[in-house]
Nanobody
């Protein structure tokens, strides 16, 4: 059974840093590209960053140069190092397999509880 547990969120001032972690259960982890998503109040969930099985990363333009995604397959864990945080980064952050846009929006897709990131002075 798939289980995703995100952690590491919190309140940080603009310009600050946070590192998020996502622990996944199951042997499927190392077989899949993984990703971080976020959902701000009143907005749809969006893809932030993804990483292939081999470690190739991609980012949405708004976080390029500030966020770094990484993974440790032996630990079934992915990370999101977030630097130079901005108020617009405020959202609940989730991890999952890299999903299609439709699956990201679907009410049938499993998500963990997420971790809240709030960037405010």
């Amino acid at each position: 059974q798939v289980q995703l547990v995100e952690s590491g969120g919190g309140l940080v001032q603009p310009g600050g840093s946070l590192t998020l972690s996502c622990a996944a259960s199951g042997s499927w982890f190392s077989l899949n590209a993984m990703a971080w998503y976020r959902q701000a109040p009143g907005k749809e969930r969006e893809l932030v960053a993804s990483i292939t099985r081999g470690g190739t990363a991609n980012y949405v333009d708004s976080v390029k140069g500030r966020f770094t995604i990484s993974r440790v397959n032996a630990k079934n864990t992915i990370y999101l190092q977030m630097n130079s945080l901005k108020p617009e980064d405020t959202a609940v952050y989730y991890c999952n397999r890299e999903l299609s846009a439709a699956a990201t929006r679907s009410g049938y897709t499993y998500w963990g509880q997420g971790t809240q990131v709030t960037v405010s002075s």
